[in-house]
């Protein structure tokens, strides 16, 4: 069961273009230090437990939570409404930390990275025909608000 009481809640947004998802809300349950206060661990963790919930809202189930093999660690492994298998990078940055948007955080290192993992995943989980990536940026706000983009494909296997 995912935990509600992160700090940071997601609703969807009308008009959101192919690929991507815009989306803001408040707290279901206010806790803890003000966003402010946070480490930008917290924050992860807050972050990553906001997507969880965002993606299950939207009848993707979770399969896994900071998925861990000797190459590293996918932030969220879970299956789309399709049934397609999906590593998720989520990257959270409070809307103070700069122009920089978070998905400019996954840059070609951390790719090759997931590309590595997906071949793990697929390794151990046979049947399993193939996996997308996809990335979900989380810009949080005090107060608990949280705007999220979901760039659904956002990278290749072959980039």
């Known amino acids: 069961m995912l935990d509600e009481r992160d700090g ?10 192919a690929g991507e998802a815009h989306a803001s809300g408040a707290p279901t349950s206010p806790v803890g230090a003000p966003l402010s206060e946070l480490t930008s661990t917290e924050l992860g963790v807050r972050g990553e437990q906001a997507a969880a919930r965002y993606l299950a809202a939207r009848g993707w189930e979770i399969l896994e939570r900071n998925w861990r093999c000797p ?19 989520v990257k959270t940055r409070r809307e103070t930390d700069g122009e920089t948007a978070p998905e400019e955080a ?19 989980h046979p049947a399993t025909p ?30």
Request: charged content about 30%; aromatic content about 6%.
């Open 71 to 89: 190459y590293g660690e996918a932030d969220i492994v879970a299956r789309d409404v399709d049934g397609t298998i999906v590593l998720v990078e």
């Open 8 to 17: 940071l809640g997601v609703e969807e947004h009308e008009g959101a273009s």
């Open 130 to 159: 193939l996996v997308r990536f996809d990335v979900v940026a989380l810009t949080a706000r005090e107060g608990g608000l949280a705007s999220v983009r979901h760039i659904v494909n956002a990278f290749g296997a072959s980039e």
């Open 106 to 124: 996954v840059g070609e290192q951390k790719r090759r990275r997931y590309r590595v993992l997906a071949a793990v995943y697929l390794a151990d």
